[in-house]
Structure formats: structure tokens, C-alpha cells
């Protein structure tokens, strides 16, 4: 089997951290989506960001002593970034219910889901956030090569999504790295065991729970059974199909000696940067 990487000074792609403080829809009340089921893939996504957040923080931190100063300090610039996008998610899930949705019972179900994680081993901790860190990359990616699939979430989110996307690319490693040094002293064959096994439970839950909380919310807009579940899979799987657009960079995770950067979109950062510099916070 082909070694695992080892953390080292020089990742295969360099790009430093930048912590971009904004904030979003201050004061704006915002209506329903026009696509009900594009606004409850992204409110079911957006009310388990504050808790899953911190408990990525959580996991990182645990493992941050004795790492090599740039990893060090790629952590704390993750660790900023993943406390402002809680921020903004928490004002957004606000937000969400004063447009007339009920997240409390997302919001329940994360809590035990994090409260549940949390019991397990640190390092199976860490390895859970290296999967989820990965799907939010995944999903990172195409947000901003197909800026389309934004158009009709609704609730006026766009800037706030592009951001968030623009930092989650930017930080794909961070967890990921602090895993492989975490591990140095593991065979390659366990390090990859361990991922590849976490990484499959993780799929089953992610889509399982963030579907199921979805389906919740299109009930409130009166879409129930069987129509609601096969609209969210039209969404999902055909159109904008965004599931089926991540699946080869799903099973990438797999392969022996995978790395976050051995996909260099470091073009979509800086494409969308730009945006965001030039886009005045109040009109997020």
C-alpha cells in the first residue's frame, strides 16, 4: 500500500489562511426561498453548522500540542475562521425561523449527534471532523465553480454561502494534516483503515440526518411523503445534482496517500475573493 503522507513543512499545495471577518443580512428580514426545496437543503445544512462547528474546533484542539509551527498556526487561523462562520450561521438559522421555519428539532437532533461523537475516543474525533471537513470542501467546490446552485436557495444568502465556501476550501486541510501528525507513529495501513472506515459511517449519517431534516422542513411548506423525498433526490442527485457532482472526489478519499490540496482549487479562491471584497456587506 502507498505510505500515507506525513505532515511536513511544505504541503503539496501552499496557501496561507486569511481570516475574513464579515457579516451578513444584519437587520434584514428575509423572505422564504422561491425553490422550497433548495431553501431546506440549505436551512437543514445551515442549522447543524454552529454545533458541528465547535466540535471541529473542539477535536482540532485536542491534538494541537507539539504540532510544527506552520501547522500550529494554520490551526489557529482555522479555528478563527470556524468561530465567525458559526456566527453567521447562528444570525442565518435566526434569520430562517423568523421567516417562519421551526428548526428546533434540527437543532435537537445535532446536539445529540455532537453529544454522541463526543463520548467516542479523541482521535476518532479528530478522524470524524477529517471527513466532514471533506464534504464541506466537497461541497465548497462546486458552490463556487456552479455559483447557479446558489441562485435559488433564497433568504438573500448568496455572500454568505460564497464565503463560507471560499474559507472551507481554504482551511480543507487543516484538520487533515493535524490527523496525519497526530497518527505519525501509526502504520500507513491502520491511519488509512481508520479514515476509510470513519469516512463511510460519516457519509451514512451526514445524508441520512441532513435528509431527514430537510424532508422536516419541506413539511412545513406543506411538501410531505413520497413527493417531498423525491424532490430533495431530483435536487440532490439530478438537478443541480450536487451529490452526484462530489461523488469522484468522495471516493478520492479513499485512495492510499490522498492529501485535501492533491485538488488545487486555489483558482476559486481567488476568483471569489475578489467578489467578496468588492460586494458591500449589507447587500449579503
Same mark, same amino acid.
Given at each position: 500500500? $502507498?505510505?500515507?503522507?506525513?505532515?511536513?513543512?511544505?504541503?503539496?499545495?501552499?496557501? =496561507?489562511?486569511?481570516?475574513?471577518?464579515?457579516?451578513?443580512?444584519?437587520?434584514?428580514?428575509?423572505?422564504?426561498?422561491?425553490?422550497?426545496?433548495?431553501?431546506?437543503?440549505?436551512?437543514?445544512?445551515?442549522?447543524? #453548522?454552529?454545533?458541528?462547528?465547535?466540535?471541529?474546533?473542539?477535536?482540532?484542539?485536542?491534538?494541537?500540542?507539539?504540532?510544527?509551527?506552520?501547522?500550529?498556526?494554520?490551526?489557529?487561523?482555522?479555528?478563527?475562521?470556524?468561530?465567525?462562520?458559526?456566527?453567521?450561521?447562528?444570525?442565518?438559522?435566526?434569520?430562517?425561523?423568523?421567516?417562519?421555519?421551526?428548526?428546533?428539532?434540527?437543532?435537537?437532533?445535532?446536539?445529540?449527534?455532537?453529544?454522541?461523537?463526543?463520548?467516542? =475516543?479523541?482521535?476518532?474525533?479528530?478522524?470524524?471532523?477529517?471527513?466532514?471537513?471533506?464534504?464541506?470542501?466537497?461541497?465548497?467546490?462546486? #458552490?463556487?465553480?456552479?455559483?447557479? $446552485?446558489?441562485?435559488?436557495?433564497?433568504?438573500?444568502?448568496?455572500?454568505?454561502?460564497?464565503?463560507?465556501?471560499?474559507?472551507?476550501?481554504?482551511?480543507?486541510?487543516?484538520?487533515?494534516?493535524?490527523?496525519?501528525?497526530? $497518527?505519525?507513529?501509526?502504520?500507513?495501513?491502520?491511519?488509512?483503515?481508520?479514515?476509510?472506515?470513519?469516512?463511510?459511517?460519516?457519509?451514512?449519517?451526514?445524508?441520512?440526518?441532513?435528509?431527514?431534516?430537510?424532508?422536516?422542513?419541506?413539511?412545513?411548506?406543506?411538501? $410531505?411523503?413520497?413527493?417531498?423525498?423525491?424532490?430533495?433526490?431530483?435536487?440532490?442527485?439530478?438537478?443541480?445534482?450536487?451529490?452526484?457532482?462530489?461523488?469522484?472526489?468522495?471516493?478520492?478519499? #479513499?485512495?492510499?496517500?490522498?492529501?485535501?490540496? %492533491?485538488? %488545487?482549487?486555489?483558482?476559486?479562491?481567488?476568483?471569489?475573493?475578489?467578489?467578496?471584497? %468588492?460586494?458591500?456587506?449589507?447587500?449579503?
Amino acid at each position: 500500500m $502507498t505510505a500515507e503522507p506525513h505532515w511536513q513543512a511544505s504541503k503539496p499545495v501552499d496557501h =496561507p489562511l486569511k481570516v475574513r471577518d464579515r457579516r451578513f443580512g444584519r437587520g434584514k428580514k428575509r423572505p422564504r426561498g422561491t425553490d422550497p426545496v433548495a431553501a431546506a437543503w440549505f436551512a437543514a445544512l445551515s442549522a447543524s #453548522f454552529p454545533r458541528g462547528e465547535a466540535m471541529f474546533i473542539d477535536a482540532v484542539k485536542a491534538h494541537r500540542a507539539d504540532t510544527p509551527a506552520k501547522l500550529t498556526g494554520e490551526i489557529r487561523d482555522f479555528i478563527r475562521q470556524e468561530v465567525n462562520h458559526s456566527r453567521e450561521h447562528v444570525a442565518f438559522n435566526r434569520a430562517v425561523e423568523e421567516a417562519g421555519y421551526d428548526l428546533t428539532f434540527i437543532d435537537a437532533r445535532v446536539k445529540q449527534l455532537v453529544g454522541d461523537t463526543q463520548k467516542a =475516543p479523541a482521535i476518532v474525533q479528530l478522524a470524524i471532523t477529517c471527513a466532514l471537513e471533506h464534504f464541506t470542501a466537497m461541497f465548497a467546490h462546486q #458552490f463556487l465553480k456552479s455559483p447557479h $446552485t446558489l441562485a435559488s436557495a433564497g433568504m438573500g444568502d448568496r455572500q454568505l454561502w460564497l464565503w463560507h465556501a471560499v474559507e472551507e476550501i481554504e482551511h480543507k486541510a487543516v484538520a487533515y494534516d493535524t490527523f496525519i501528525h497526530a $497518527t505519525r507513529n501509526w502504520s500507513s495501513f491502520k491511519r488509512w483503515r481508520m479514515r476509510s472506515l470513519v469516512m463511510l459511517l460519516v457519509t451514512i449519517r451526514f445524508l441520512r440526518n441532513r435528509s431527514a431534516d430537510a424532508v422536516e422542513l419541506l413539511a412545513q411548506d406543506g411538501v $410531505t411523503g413520497w413527493r417531498a423525498k423525491a424532490h430533495l433526490a431530483h435536487y440532490l442527485i439530478v438537478k443541480p445534482g450536487i451529490l452526484r457532482s462530489i461523488f469522484p472526489s468522495w471516493l478520492g478519499y #479513499f485512495r492510499p496517500g490522498f492529501h485535501p490540496w %492533491d485538488h %488545487d482549487d486555489r483558482h476559486l479562491i481567488a476568483k471569489w475573493d475578489r467578489e467578496l471584497d %468588492d460586494a458591500p456587506e449589507a447587500a449579503a
